[in-house]
């Protein structure tokens, strides 16, 4: 079955470490993002990555970092320097990438999400 | 900047009932907006996507139309279902980075049986 996947569903993590969530796709899209939610609010986005090998900062990048070594991974790890990391993650991805003049018009695909919770 | 505004933030109605979500946003120079839903704890299902040049798509009872002038966006739903009970959140992707999307804050549907 094509589709994204992300690990762990639900995540607990202790003032002062670094967590990471895994975001794999078997989809063959370019584009792939990491967003993060919280109650009541819309998406809000961390970080977004075009092609292989780089990544642009999105709204709230701030605490956070991501790598893009392979075309169907995007982990995000979530650093101690994020103050308030609580609340669910998504990761998604496009076919389109929106580079060298090409318009990412088509949809994006979500994965199943992972709640983190800082204890 | 962008802001996408969904109003109600909640919404309760009897099973059967027709009905529209709302979605207003600030920028007309989008290239596409989306409409999604999502269950609780869920990730995102997409609904319909309308392009910029579309007036409207359908999916089943489902309807979603675009004005772009006055920055609005409707989804309808006919005959509505408990099964149709899941946030619905609105998205447009915006002419500043093509591969940008901004989202509402959803509005909470509630079907009754």
């Known amino acids: 079955d094509g589709g994204i996947t992300q690990s762990p569903k639900y995540l607990f993590r202790k003032e002062g470490q670094n967590v990471t969530l895994s975001c794999e796709q078997n989809l063959n899209h370019d584009a792939m993002y990491w967003y993060r939610q919280d109650p009541g609010q819309g998406l809000r986005l961390i970080y977004y990555?075009?092609?292989?090998?780089?990544?642009q900062k999105g709204d709230i990048a701030e605490g956070y970092s991501v790598s893009r070594e392979k075309k169907e991974s995007f982990p995000l790890t979530v650093t101690s320097a994020q103050k308030n990391p609580t609340a669910f993650y998504l990761c998604a991805s496009r076919k389109g990438t929106g580079v060298s003049g090409t318009v990412a018009t088509d949809t994006q695909y979500f994965g199943p999400g992972t709640r983190l919770t800082v204890l | 900047k962008q802001e996408v505004t969904q109003i109600p933030a909640a919404l309760s109605v009897p099973e059967g009932e027709n009905l529209v979500l709302n979605c207003s946003f600030t920028?007309?120079?989008?290239?596409?907006l989306q409409w999604f839903r999502q269950d609780p704890g869920k990730g995102l299902t997409s609904l319909l996507l309308i392009q910029s040049s579309q007036r409207e798509q359908t999916s089943g009872r489902l309807n979603a139309s675009l004005d772009k002038s006055s920055g609005r966006s409707t989804l309808y739903i006919a005959a509505s279902q408990p099964g149709d009970s899941a946030t619905y959140l609105c998205a447009v992707c915006v002419y500043s980075s093509a591969s940008k999307i901004i989202f509402g804050s959803g509005t909470r549907l509630s079907i009754r049986p």
């Open positions: 920028d007309s120079a989008i290239y596409n």
């Open positions: 990555s075009q092609i292989v090998n780089d990544f």
